[in-house]
């Protein structure tokens, strides 16, 4: 038990430095996604705290003040299922560069077509809304993580 007490003590960890670090990472004359709630384009150490207690309140699903290995693994299976529909999508894309269906893509496909913004213009608009690069962001994360 003390084992999977620790696998969830590096994951929560693990979760909150990548959030904060690359929050902190971002030019200053961009917002800060989410964690700069006061909007003076800087990450106090209190928007630090909120952003865990919000993350915290997020993963205690049952909201029973502790996290489970149970409610890990359910974040654990959803992270699971969006890295394996993004391969699908990744497949997919894949061979829609191949115009010529010869089983390769040429650098001409290959400039013609963008991987990564085809798998984020999910509505297939020509545009990759706020709400789209929100979520392939989350799922990138979600796959480093």
Known sequence: MQGRSAALALLLLTTISVSAAQ??????????LR?????????????IAAARERL????????DG?????????????IIDRAVAAQAR??????????????KVSLEEFRSRSILFDLADRDGDG???AAEF???????LGLRG
């Open 90 to 103: 990744l497949g997919t894309a894949a061979r829609r560069m191949d115009t010529n269906g010869d089983g």
């Open 134 to 140: 929100a979520f392939i962001r989350r799922l990138f």
């Open 23 to 32: 929050a902190q990472s971002k030019p200053a004359d961009t917002p800060v």
């Open 127 to 129: 545009t990759i809304s």
């Open 56 to 63: 915290f309140a997020r993963l205690d699903r049952d909201s």
């Open 35 to 47: 964690l700069d709630t006061n909007g003076d384009g800087a990450v106090s150490r209190d928007e």
């Open 66 to 78: 502790a996290i489970s290995v149970e409610e890990v693994d359910v974040l654990r299976d959803a």
